[in-house]
């Protein structure tokens, strides 16, 4: 198991752009750049979105087609920190975003599903205004 953390959430005028970390405490000795990583939403009244995702490595990632060309997800494994950058953000991006980290089968392993995640962190609220 590992402890996440999120930051960076915010207020932010539509077009604006936050960066979003994820940090882990390390449990058993395990630290993050062990783990898969990826972001999920959550906005009042609705399910648990799949975001993005990054390998243990960093050489493989994966985005929601809504999210692709617009959020950029990376990881500093010397830093023991998953970023999710978000530029152009619209009102539709307001919710509750959470990092989520599973182990992963190789380095260049990632999960879409939320189901897939044993991890999660307590989330980080970002609001986007019109």
């Known amino acids: 198991q590992i402890q996440l953390g999120e930051s960076g959430g915010g207020l932010v005028q539509a077009g604006g752009s936050l960066r979003l970390s994820c940090t882990a405490s390390q449990v058993f000795g395990r630290a993050l750049n062990t783990f898969v990583v990826g972001w999920f939403r959550q906005a009042p009244g609705k399910e648990h979105e799949f975001v993005a995702t990054?390998?243990?490595?960093?050489?493989?990632?994966y985005y929601a087609d809504s999210m692709k060309s617009r959020f950029t997800i990376s990881r500093d494994n010397a830093k023991n920190a998953v970023y999710l950058q978000m530029n152009g953000l619209k009102p539709g991006d307001t919710a509750v975003y959470y990092c989520?980290?599973?182990?992963?089968?190789?380095?260049?392993?990632?999960?879409?599903?939320?189901?897939?995640?044993?991890?999660w962190g307590q989330g980080t609220q970002v609001t986007v205004s019109s």
């Open positions: 990054i390998s243990r490595s960093g050489e493989s990632t």
């Open positions: 989520a980290a599973e182990a992963g089968v190789n380095s260049n392993t990632y999960f879409t599903h939320r189901r897939e995640y044993g991890n």
